[in-house]
């Protein structure tokens, strides 16, 4: 496969938590608005491609039975750096996501990309992987964090959008919404895929 179909895969073929179903948790719970989910998916974007680039470097030196503890120790060195630049440089965003920023360490698409794409190819095929991967996410993500914050709350990255007399369904930002809002996505992407076949 080349280096434009391993960019290409993640954007829908592979698309993380719609095609996929991996990554729900950061998915549903931190969708609530746009700005959220572009956050999240560009943060675990960087974790990924760094963690893919290390992985894909040292695949011939680490031993097949601490492989995995390895790769989680990769991505969590990689998880510290992202949450010291957003504390740094994007505080507002990084208390908004609180916790769940630690938790790109468990993310199983980052170590699902770890154990079966990077630890048995190159450097550039890891990259490419990663980025399409990780931008995937990050689209799907702040897709559905736009999805939620227009019907829930009559806005998009903060302004409103509607009438002053709309009344938003806060049940879409509350975590059931998330899971109508992600269902209704999934059959709309299914009926795209059936449609392309």
Known sequence: ??????????????????RLVLGLCPTLAVTTAAENGIGMGLATTFVLVCSNVLVSLLRKVIPGKVRI????????????IVELLMQAYFYSLYQVLGIFIPLIVVNCIILGRAEAFASKNGVMPSIMDGLGIGLGFTISLGFLGAFREILGGGTIFGHHIFWSGFEPMAFILKPPGAFVCLGLILGLMNIISSRKA
């Not at 080349?2 to 993380?16: C, I, S």
């Not at 503890?69 to 510290?80: D, E, G, L, M």
């Open 69 to 80: 503890a390895a790769f989680i120790v990769i991505i969590a060195s990689f998880v510290v």
């Open 1 to 18: 496969m080349g280096l434009a179909q391993e960019f290409t895969k993640g954007l829908w073929k592979e698309l993380p938590p719609f």
